[in-house]
């Protein structure tokens, strides 16, 4: 009989620690991809701004509008802009974010 209960307990034991192991891992992972998709998300995000931005400075400057005062004023609105949808890009995946971290 101890015998028998020694062996139960012990199969008992893997499969609850099997059980553990793999919900902890599919956790784990789940969220570690969710948080790589996210920052490559801001990444790309931030990275075309900037692109867009360089590319429109760079059409002002070399049509020399830049010194002109509507050029400067187009320059300054592409800025601000390229500025907000960066903003709104991170408070976007922020908010994807933040159900995932806290669940």
């Known amino acids: 009989m101890a015998a028998g ?3 139960a307990f012990a199969a008992g034991l893997a499969a609850a ?6 919900a902890a891992f599919a956790t784990g992972f789940a969220a570690g991809l969710a948080a790589a998709l ?8 931030a990275a075309g701004f900037a692109a867009a931005l360089a590319g429109a ?3 002002a400057f070399g049509a020399a509008a830049f010194f002109t005062a ?3 004023a187009a320059a300054l609105a592409a800025g601000f802009f390229a500025g907000a949808f960066a903003a709104g890009a991170l408070v976007v995946v922020f908010a994807m974010r ?3 971290r806290f669940a």
């Open 17 to 22: 620690l099997a059980a553990g192991f793999a």
């Open 57 to 59: 400075l760079a059409a």
């Open 5 to 7: 209960l020694a062996a």
């Open 38 to 45: 996210a920052a490559g998300l801001a990444a790309a995000f």
């Open 98 to 100: 933040c159900p995932l």
């Open 70 to 72: 509507a050029g400067f």
